[in-house]
Protein backbone atom coordinates (compact mmCIF):
# COMPACT_ATOMS: atom_id res chain seq x y z
CA UNK A 1 0.00 0.00 0.00
CA UNK A 2 0.77 3.62 -0.82
CA UNK A 3 0.48 6.60 0.84
CA UNK A 4 -2.02 7.84 -1.84
CA UNK A 5 -4.25 5.24 -1.06
CA UNK A 6 -4.07 6.27 2.86
CA UNK A 7 -5.12 10.09 1.78
CA UNK A 8 -4.95 11.25 -1.97
CA UNK A 9 -6.75 8.65 -3.21
CA UNK A 10 -9.68 9.64 -0.81
CA UNK A 11 -8.76 13.21 -0.56
CA UNK A 12 -8.57 14.72 -4.19
CA UNK A 13 -9.59 11.73 -6.47
CA UNK A 14 -13.09 12.19 -8.61
CA UNK A 15 -16.17 10.65 -6.96
CA UNK A 16 -19.04 8.35 -8.43
CA UNK A 17 -22.30 8.35 -6.49
CA UNK A 18 -23.10 4.80 -4.80
CA UNK A 19 -25.67 3.07 -7.39
CA UNK A 20 -29.25 3.24 -5.59
CA UNK A 21 -30.46 0.73 -3.82
CA UNK A 22 -33.66 -0.44 -4.61
CA UNK A 23 -34.66 -1.28 -1.14
CA UNK A 24 -33.21 1.48 0.52
CA UNK A 25 -29.73 1.29 2.69
CA UNK A 26 -29.05 -2.09 3.31
CA UNK A 27 -29.65 -3.32 6.74
CA UNK A 28 -27.27 -2.30 8.96
CA UNK A 29 -25.44 -0.74 6.36
CA UNK A 30 -24.44 3.13 7.30
CA UNK A 31 -27.53 5.89 6.82
CA UNK A 32 -27.25 9.17 4.54
CA UNK A 33 -28.21 11.99 6.25
CA UNK A 34 -31.14 14.22 4.51
CA UNK A 35 -29.66 16.03 1.44
CA UNK A 36 -25.85 14.08 2.04
CA UNK A 37 -25.18 12.52 -1.45
CA UNK A 38 -23.24 9.18 -0.84
CA UNK A 39 -19.80 8.88 -3.09
CA UNK A 40 -17.05 6.50 -3.88
CA UNK A 41 -13.91 7.40 -4.85
CA UNK A 42 -13.10 7.10 -8.88
CA UNK A 43 -11.83 3.54 -9.45
CA UNK A 44 -13.71 1.34 -6.81
CA UNK A 45 -15.88 -1.42 -7.30
CA UNK A 46 -18.71 -1.27 -5.10
CA UNK A 47 -19.79 -4.88 -4.81
CA UNK A 48 -23.85 -4.67 -4.71
CA UNK A 49 -24.75 -7.22 -1.64
CA UNK A 50 -21.37 -6.64 0.65
CA UNK A 51 -22.07 -4.33 2.86
CA UNK A 52 -21.25 -3.54 6.56
CA UNK A 53 -23.95 -4.74 9.46
CA UNK A 54 -23.64 -5.70 12.97
CA UNK A 55 -25.63 -8.22 15.32
CA UNK A 56 -27.49 -5.31 17.05
CA UNK A 57 -28.40 -2.05 16.54
CA UNK A 58 -27.60 -0.19 19.77
CA UNK A 59 -23.81 -0.83 20.06
CA UNK A 60 -21.80 1.72 18.34
CA UNK A 61 -19.99 1.34 15.08
CA UNK A 62 -17.08 3.32 13.55
CA UNK A 63 -18.90 4.26 10.25
CA UNK A 64 -22.02 5.91 12.00
CA UNK A 65 -20.72 8.84 12.50
CA UNK A 66 -22.71 11.79 11.53
CA UNK A 67 -22.85 15.94 10.82
CA UNK A 68 -25.64 17.32 12.18
CA UNK A 69 -26.66 21.35 12.58
CA UNK A 70 -22.90 21.59 12.36
CA UNK A 71 -21.40 18.96 14.65
CA UNK A 72 -20.02 15.95 13.90
CA UNK A 73 -20.88 12.97 16.16
CA UNK A 74 -19.07 9.24 16.55
CA UNK A 75 -20.28 7.65 19.57
CA UNK A 76 -17.69 4.45 18.80
CA UNK A 77 -15.09 6.63 18.96
CA UNK A 78 -16.20 9.21 20.88
CA UNK A 79 -15.75 12.09 19.01
CA UNK A 80 -17.79 15.19 18.99
CA UNK A 81 -16.81 18.09 16.43
CA UNK A 82 -18.16 21.35 15.55
CA UNK A 83 -17.15 22.46 12.10
CA UNK A 84 -15.99 25.83 11.82
CA UNK A 85 -18.51 28.63 10.56
CA UNK A 86 -20.18 28.23 7.23
CA UNK A 87 -18.16 24.57 6.75
CA UNK A 88 -20.79 21.63 5.93
CA UNK A 89 -20.58 17.77 4.74
CA UNK A 90 -21.38 17.92 1.37
CA UNK A 91 -20.68 13.99 0.47
CA UNK A 92 -20.89 10.76 2.72
CA UNK A 93 -17.88 8.67 2.52
CA UNK A 94 -17.53 4.86 0.79
CA UNK A 95 -18.98 1.88 2.63
CA UNK A 96 -16.06 0.56 4.85
CA UNK A 97 -12.91 -1.25 3.15
CA UNK A 98 -12.20 -5.06 3.28
CA UNK A 99 -8.94 -3.81 5.16
CA UNK A 100 -11.10 -2.10 7.54
CA UNK A 101 -10.64 1.75 6.60
CA UNK A 102 -13.48 3.80 7.33
CA UNK A 103 -14.26 7.73 6.09
CA UNK A 104 -16.12 8.97 8.64
CA UNK A 105 -16.29 12.52 7.32
CA UNK A 106 -15.28 14.94 4.74
CA UNK A 107 -15.47 18.52 5.19
CA UNK A 108 -15.46 21.52 3.03
CA UNK A 109 -16.95 25.65 2.83
CA UNK A 110 -20.33 25.40 2.21
CA UNK A 111 -21.64 28.13 -0.41
CA UNK A 112 -21.65 30.69 2.12
CA UNK A 113 -18.18 30.53 3.05
CA UNK A 114 -16.63 33.97 2.54
CA UNK A 115 -13.05 32.98 2.44
CA UNK A 116 -10.91 33.37 -0.96
CA UNK A 117 -8.84 29.94 -0.39
CA UNK A 118 -10.96 26.90 0.44
CA UNK A 119 -9.91 23.69 1.43
CA UNK A 120 -11.10 20.45 3.52
CA UNK A 121 -10.72 18.71 6.29
CA UNK A 122 -10.81 14.55 6.13
CA UNK A 123 -11.59 12.13 9.20
CA UNK A 124 -10.84 8.69 8.19
CA UNK A 125 -9.85 5.77 10.73
CA UNK A 126 -8.13 2.15 10.01
CA UNK A 127 -8.85 -0.31 12.34
CA UNK A 128 -5.21 -2.03 12.97
CA UNK A 129 -6.90 -5.31 13.17
CA UNK A 130 -6.86 -5.36 9.03
CA UNK A 131 -4.09 -3.04 8.61
CA UNK A 132 -1.84 -4.14 5.83
CA UNK A 133 0.91 -1.78 6.77
CA UNK A 134 3.89 -3.24 9.01
CA UNK A 135 2.46 -0.24 11.99
CA UNK A 136 1.20 -1.10 14.95
CA UNK A 137 -0.19 2.64 16.32
CA UNK A 138 -0.37 6.05 15.35
CA UNK A 139 3.17 7.27 15.49
CA UNK A 140 4.26 4.40 13.67
CA UNK A 141 1.42 4.83 10.89
CA UNK A 142 2.84 8.42 10.74
CA UNK A 143 6.53 7.92 10.18
CA UNK A 144 5.43 5.33 8.06
CA UNK A 145 3.75 7.99 5.56
CA UNK A 146 6.36 10.01 5.63
CA UNK A 147 9.09 7.47 4.78
CA UNK A 148 6.51 6.51 1.73
CA UNK A 149 6.16 9.47 0.52
CA UNK A 150 5.78 9.77 -3.55
CA UNK A 151 8.65 11.63 -5.18
CA UNK A 152 6.42 14.55 -6.05
CA UNK A 153 5.29 15.15 -2.62
CA UNK A 154 7.91 16.90 -0.66
CA UNK A 155 7.69 17.28 3.22
CA UNK A 156 7.43 20.39 5.13
CA UNK A 157 7.37 19.38 8.70
CA UNK A 158 8.94 15.98 9.99
CA UNK A 159 6.66 13.65 12.07
CA UNK A 160 6.18 15.09 16.14
CA UNK A 161 4.12 15.69 18.92
CA UNK A 162 1.03 17.50 19.14
CA UNK A 163 -1.34 18.42 21.88
CA UNK A 164 -4.83 18.53 20.31
CA UNK A 165 -8.16 19.81 22.50
CA UNK A 166 -5.54 18.08 25.41
CA UNK A 167 -5.03 15.21 23.80
CA UNK A 168 -1.52 13.86 22.07
CA UNK A 169 -1.57 13.44 17.68
CA UNK A 170 1.37 12.12 16.06
CA UNK A 171 1.80 15.15 13.14
CA UNK A 172 4.00 15.45 10.08
CA UNK A 173 2.52 18.04 6.82
CA UNK A 174 4.04 17.64 3.27
CA UNK A 175 3.39 19.61 0.09
CA UNK A 176 2.72 19.41 -3.60
CA UNK A 177 4.86 21.66 -5.84
CA UNK A 178 3.41 20.84 -9.03
CA UNK A 179 -0.51 21.23 -7.33
CA UNK A 180 0.50 24.20 -4.53
CA UNK A 181 -1.34 22.05 -2.21
CA UNK A 182 -0.44 21.37 1.20
CA UNK A 183 -1.56 18.34 3.84
CA UNK A 184 -1.37 18.79 7.80
CA UNK A 185 -1.72 15.10 8.53
CA UNK A 186 -2.54 14.41 12.36
CA UNK A 187 -3.60 11.14 13.80
CA UNK A 188 -3.93 9.08 17.24
CA UNK A 189 -5.01 5.87 18.58
CA UNK A 190 -8.89 5.09 19.66
CA UNK A 191 -9.99 1.58 20.39
CA UNK A 192 -7.53 -0.09 18.02
CA UNK A 193 -8.07 2.29 15.34
CA UNK A 194 -6.00 5.13 13.92
CA UNK A 195 -8.06 8.26 13.40
CA UNK A 196 -6.66 10.41 11.56
CA UNK A 197 -7.65 14.21 10.21
CA UNK A 198 -5.88 15.53 6.97
CA UNK A 199 -6.34 18.93 6.41
CA UNK A 200 -5.44 20.23 2.90
CA UNK A 201 -5.33 23.82 1.42
CA UNK A 202 -3.30 26.01 -0.77
CA UNK A 203 -3.17 28.79 2.38
CA UNK A 204 -1.26 27.78 5.28
CA UNK A 205 -2.58 30.26 6.99
CA UNK A 206 -6.30 28.50 6.52
CA UNK A 207 -4.49 25.37 7.58
CA UNK A 208 -3.11 26.61 11.04
CA UNK A 209 -6.43 28.64 12.01
CA UNK A 210 -8.28 24.48 11.43
CA UNK A 211 -5.35 23.36 13.10
CA UNK A 212 -6.35 25.68 16.00
CA UNK A 213 -9.75 24.82 15.24
CA UNK A 214 -9.18 21.82 16.56
CA UNK A 215 -9.10 22.23 20.06
CA UNK A 216 -12.18 22.61 20.50
CA UNK A 217 -12.37 18.34 19.48
CA UNK A 218 -13.95 16.34 22.38
CA UNK A 219 -11.94 13.21 22.33
CA UNK A 220 -12.23 10.25 25.24
CA UNK A 221 -10.39 9.70 27.69
CA UNK A 222 -8.23 6.63 26.19
CA UNK A 223 -7.34 8.46 22.99
CA UNK A 224 -3.10 8.92 22.39
CA UNK A 225 -0.92 8.06 20.45
CA UNK A 226 -0.37 4.57 21.52
CA UNK A 227 -4.00 3.61 22.31
CA UNK A 228 -6.16 3.13 25.73
CA UNK A 229 -6.01 0.23 28.49
CA UNK A 230 -9.43 -0.42 28.20
CA UNK A 231 -11.94 -1.05 31.16
CA UNK A 232 -14.91 -0.19 32.29
CA UNK A 233 -17.75 0.74 29.31
CA UNK A 234 -14.54 0.28 26.84
CA UNK A 235 -13.39 -3.58 25.77
CA UNK A 236 -10.06 -3.90 26.06
CA UNK A 237 -8.58 -4.50 22.52
CA UNK A 238 -6.33 -7.52 21.62
CA UNK A 239 -4.82 -8.48 18.69
CA UNK A 240 -5.90 -12.55 17.28
CA UNK A 241 -7.27 -12.71 20.78
CA UNK A 242 -9.21 -15.66 19.01
CA UNK A 243 -6.01 -18.42 19.97
CA UNK A 244 -6.74 -22.06 20.95
CA UNK A 245 -5.08 -21.00 24.32
CA UNK A 246 -8.29 -18.68 24.73
CA UNK A 247 -10.98 -20.29 24.31
CA UNK A 248 -13.21 -23.01 25.20
CA UNK A 249 -15.42 -24.17 22.38
CA UNK A 250 -15.24 -23.17 18.63
CA UNK A 251 -17.14 -23.82 15.77
CA UNK A 252 -15.93 -22.85 11.91
CA UNK A 253 -18.92 -20.89 10.02
CA UNK A 254 -19.60 -23.39 6.71
CA UNK A 255 -20.10 -21.18 3.63
CA UNK A 256 -22.14 -21.95 0.22
CA UNK A 257 -21.41 -19.56 -1.43
CA UNK A 258 -18.58 -16.39 -2.28
CA UNK A 259 -15.58 -18.39 -0.12
CA UNK A 260 -12.98 -16.38 -1.45
CA UNK A 261 -13.49 -12.99 -0.49
CA UNK A 262 -11.99 -11.49 2.57
CA UNK A 263 -14.63 -11.24 5.73
CA UNK A 264 -13.10 -8.72 8.32
CA UNK A 265 -15.23 -9.08 11.76
CA UNK A 266 -14.79 -7.60 14.69
CA UNK A 267 -16.40 -8.80 18.05
CA UNK A 268 -16.85 -8.54 21.50
CA UNK A 269 -16.57 -10.71 24.09
CA UNK A 270 -18.73 -10.29 27.38
CA UNK A 271 -17.09 -11.15 30.49
CA UNK A 272 -18.77 -14.22 30.62
CA UNK A 273 -16.66 -15.38 27.66
CA UNK A 274 -19.47 -15.29 25.09
CA UNK A 275 -19.84 -13.27 22.15
CA UNK A 276 -21.78 -10.64 22.85
CA UNK A 277 -21.87 -8.01 19.86
CA UNK A 278 -20.64 -8.59 15.85
CA UNK A 279 -19.46 -6.38 13.66
CA UNK A 280 -19.56 -7.40 9.78
CA UNK A 281 -17.24 -4.87 8.59
CA UNK A 282 -17.83 -6.38 4.98
CA UNK A 283 -20.24 -9.41 4.34
CA UNK A 284 -22.68 -11.05 2.12
CA UNK A 285 -26.17 -11.81 3.73
CA UNK A 286 -25.26 -15.61 3.52
CA UNK A 287 -21.56 -14.81 4.93
CA UNK A 288 -23.37 -13.20 7.94
CA UNK A 289 -25.74 -15.82 8.30
CA UNK A 290 -23.32 -18.64 8.24
CA UNK A 291 -20.31 -16.72 10.42
CA UNK A 292 -23.49 -15.24 12.96
CA UNK A 293 -24.37 -19.07 13.75
CA UNK A 294 -20.42 -20.11 14.35
CA UNK A 295 -19.63 -17.30 16.77
CA UNK A 296 -22.79 -17.65 18.65
CA UNK A 297 -21.64 -21.40 19.70
CA UNK A 298 -18.06 -19.92 20.37
CA UNK A 299 -17.18 -19.84 24.34
CA UNK A 300 -14.09 -17.92 25.35
CA UNK A 301 -12.06 -18.25 28.98
CA UNK A 302 -12.94 -15.14 30.55
CA UNK A 303 -10.68 -12.33 30.11
CA UNK A 304 -9.22 -10.59 34.02
CA UNK A 305 -7.23 -7.76 34.76
CA UNK A 306 -5.94 -8.05 38.16
CA UNK A 307 -8.54 -9.55 39.17
CA UNK A 308 -11.84 -7.90 37.70
CA UNK A 309 -13.83 -9.53 34.25
CA UNK A 310 -13.10 -7.39 31.17
CA UNK A 311 -14.83 -7.15 28.29
CA UNK A 312 -12.74 -7.88 24.88
CA UNK A 313 -12.83 -6.61 21.67
CA UNK A 314 -10.54 -8.20 19.23
CA UNK A 315 -10.72 -9.29 14.70
CA UNK A 316 -11.61 -11.36 12.64
CA UNK A 317 -10.85 -12.80 9.18
CA UNK A 318 -12.79 -15.35 7.54
CA UNK A 319 -12.37 -15.95 3.82
CA UNK A 320 -9.25 -15.55 1.86
CA UNK A 321 -7.23 -12.65 3.74
CA UNK A 322 -6.51 -9.93 2.62
CA UNK A 323 -2.63 -9.77 0.97
CA UNK A 324 -0.41 -7.94 3.63
CA UNK A 325 2.96 -6.41 3.75
CA UNK A 326 5.54 -8.78 4.30
CA UNK A 327 6.78 -6.69 7.23
CA UNK A 328 3.21 -7.29 8.55
CA UNK A 329 4.53 -10.91 9.98
CA UNK A 330 6.67 -9.31 12.49
CA UNK A 331 3.65 -8.02 14.28
CA UNK A 332 2.29 -11.92 15.41
CA UNK A 333 5.51 -11.78 17.57
CA UNK A 334 4.30 -8.31 19.33
CA UNK A 335 2.37 -8.13 22.77
CA UNK A 336 -0.95 -7.64 22.52
CA UNK A 337 -2.33 -4.30 21.66
CA UNK A 338 -4.62 -2.81 24.38
Known sequence: MNFRY?????????RLSLPAQGQGTPKGGSDSSPGVVAKVPSGVILVKGAWSSASDSVTPLPERGVVDHGVFRDPY??????????????????????????VLAELAPADTFKGAVRGSVLITAQDMFFSLTPTNNAVELINYMKNHLQSDYTTETPPKQLKIADRSFAFFSYWSPAAELHWYVLATDIRCHVVQIVLTSRDMKLLDSLLVDLNKMKLPAEASPTGGTGGGAVPVCIQDYAQAENMIARAEPVFTDRKFNPVPVRIIIGKDGKVKHVHFISAFPDQTK???????????????????????????????????????????????RN
Not at 77 to 102: H, M, Q, V
Request: glycine residues 10%; aromatic residues 10%.
Open 6 to 14: SVCLLLVSC
Open 77 to 102: FGIRYALPPDWTEKYRGPPPSENGRY
Open 290 to 336: AISDALARWKFKPYRRDGQGLEVETGLQFGRPNARDPANDERRGSPP
